[in-house]
């Protein structure tokens, strides 16, 4: 079945320092990838997606590119601030699957100044 | 504005009783979803639904059931079946073709007291 493999937290940064989460994923299939985010007691919002190898997906200064050669679909920032203090999940959706996201178990990241 | 809403936002229950958690989404989305979330362990399917007047099980559907009477909405009941149903629920939906991602309500926090 189809899988995603996030780094546990929590990760704790200092405000400017550089950020990676790493992501990997299981899947029978060329599966589209997707960061979320979530704030303390809200939804999820996506943050990034990427629907083929070498893409590359970007949003408020995070990115993440798709590596079909070693499954995987890290989140970068360069430079984290306070306000990025959320809980990240990597996520892959799949057609003929029931166009089911399936989750990671989601990383908590915490920028202290 | 489109989007989907969620409600109530806090919802308390005493045990034995059933709950109905609401879900409506203006988006014209044919796929919907709830999700069930615990700490530390993401985000797990608990029904989705395609289409009108069709669901399918998700991987914790015991204890809850749905219905899809209408496009927009998706109404999830937890039943006193369920055997621990303190969780934080999210409703998402998507168009449902093609490897597109989810769009997420604000969640409902159920405890049972």
């Known amino acids: 079945g189809n899988s995603v493999t996030q780094m546990e937290g929590p990760v704790t940064l200092s405000e400017e320092a550089f950020l990676t989460i790493n992501c990997t994923y299981t899947?029978?299939?060329?599966?589209?990838l997707f960061w979320y985010v979530q704030y303390p007691g809200e939804g999820l919002q996506l943050l990034l997606k990427?629907?083929?190898?070498?893409d590359k997906g970007s949003n408020k200064g995070f990115e993440a590119t798709y590596r079909k050669e070693t499954t995987s679909f890290h989140l970068e920032k360069g430079s984290v601030q306070v306000s990025d203090s959320a809980v990240y999940f990597c996520a892959l959706i799949l057609t003929g699957g029931g166009n089911k996201l399936t989750f990671g178990t989601g990383t908590q990241l915490k920028v202290e100044l | 504005d489109g989007g989907i809403t969620q409600s109530p936002k806090y919802l308390f229950r005493k045990e034995g009783q059933n709950v109905t958690l609401s879900c409506e989404q203006n988006?014209?989305?044919?796929?919907m979803y709830w999700y069930r979330q615990d700490p530390g362990q993401g985000l797990r399917l608990i029904y989705y639904?395609?289409?009108?007047?069709?669901?399918q099980k998700g991987d914790i559907a015991e204890g809850y059931s749905v219905s899809r009477e209408k496009k927009e909405s998706f109404p999830l009941t937890v039943t006193s079946a369920q055997k621990n149903p303190t969780a934080f629920y999210l409703c998402a939906s998507s168009p449902g073709l093609g490897n597109t991602e989810a769009f997420f309500g604000q969640g409902t926090r159920l405890t049972v007291v």
């Open positions: 899947a029978t299939g060329y599966p589209s």
């Open positions: 990427a629907t083929k190898a070498d």
């Open positions: 988006l014209n989305h044919d796929a």
């Open positions: 639904s395609q289409i009108v007047n069709d669901f």
